[in-house]
């Protein structure tokens, strides 16, 4: 995406004072290897941005989103299979469309009135049979 011309890229993350100190699995160290890999492209390409915004709860993610939104014509959000993570707390609870995820309901609310297109990403999750193996 952000290899093509007049493409500007905005990768965000938001991060709790305890992210680093909490999610020690395989999926946040693939995550944190990618992420890496981004930030060393942000300083080769003037097309991509990474921010970091370091939040409490859902209440700071929400705000952030909220004032951020005018600024961008397409906003993809990832959705997660587990448990709500600190900086979506207490979004859930207002949800609308559970299928969209916190990030995604928020983004489709009436709350935000400008005009943008909203994709919301998640992964599948495979159960093997006891007949098969996932490699």
Not at 49 to 56: G, H, I
Request: cysteine-free; hydrophobic content about 35%; charged content about 20%.
């Amino acid at each position: 995406m952000a290899g093509r011309s007049g493409v500007h890229l905005t990768v965000m993350r938001f991060i709790t004072p305890t992210t680093e100190q909490v999610y020690h699995d395989w999926d946040y160290m693939l995550n944190s290897e990618f992420l890496r890999i981004l930030k060393l492209g942000v300083s080769e390409s003037g097309s991509i941005n990474y921010v970091e915004e370091t939040v409490r709860d859902g209440a700071d993610t929400s705000s952030i989103i909220k004032s951020m939104v005018g600024g961008y014509d397409l906003i993809l959000a990832g959705r997660r299979h587990q448990t709500e993570p600190q900086a979506l707390s207490g979004l859930s609870e207002w949800m609308d469309l559970q299928e969209l995820g916190p990030i995604g309901d928020l983004l489709s609310s009436e709350d935000i009135t400008s005009s943008i297109s909203v994709l919301v990403v998640q992964q599948q999750i495979m159960k093997a049979s006891h007949s098969s193996t996932l490699n």
